[in-house]
């Protein structure tokens, strides 16, 4: 994982994804960012996944796992598509925004297990640590480490995420798929005063 992020730089990072949300339920173009006046850590590629909840149900939830562009335009277009293109939801509207939280999770670069053997991924896995990509020919998902929070089996982890990617649940037993882990750096707002 890189360099750990400041308190400043998340509540920044989360001050621009709640601008986002806004201006995608708004349906305005994003303002441009002066990307000189940002800590170099918001400058730099990243990669991240934004997560909006509405009552602690999920509400949409988009990102990337390769860092191509710097990680404060990434948060922002992800916020964006999380309230305007998650096809499991309908675009946020202008009503519902203030009752959706958002939560922003950092990714490191996925590093591919070296085994293909069942009882080895098992144990390198980490629940609650580690997320997953799962990988095969034009197949990909991956869970986020936040989901080992409802799925705490790493048995059921790996069968629900090839699930996740149109592949049999056993696909992972039987080294037809690529897995790969990384970690996360995730903040969420203060919701407490609400």
Not at 112 to 118: A, N, R, Y
């Amino acid at each position: 994982m890189t360099a750990m992020l400041s308190k400043d730089e998340k509540e920044y990072l989360l001050r621009v994804a709640r601008a986002a949300l806004e201006a995608a339920a708004h349906d305005r173009k994003l303002s441009p960012l002066d990307l000189s006046k940002l800590p170099e850590r918001l400058q730099a590629p990243g990669a991240s996944f934004v997560t909006l909840t509405k009552q602690g149900a999920l509400r949409g939830c988009i990102g990337a796992l390769n860092a191509e562009v710097p990680l404060v335009e990434d948060v922002r277009q992800h916020a964006v598509d999380a309230a305007r293109h998650d096809h499991r939801f309908q675009p946020v509207t202008l009503d519902e925004t203030q009752s959706i939280a958002i939560e922003v999770s950092v990714l490191s670069e996925p590093q591919p297990i070296s085994t293909t053997d069942p009882d080895a991924i098992l144990k390198v896995l980490r629940p609650g640590v580690d997320g997953v990509v799962l990988l095969s020919g034009s197949r990909r998902a991956t869970f986020l480490p936040q989901v080992w929070e409802k799925v705490p089996s790493p048995e059921e982890f790996l069968t629900m995420l090839c699930q996740k990617a149109d592949m049999p649940g056993e696909a992972w037993k039987q080294g037809e798929v690529e897995i790969l882990i990384y970690q996360v750096e995730s903040f969420h707002e203060d919701t407490s005063a609400e």
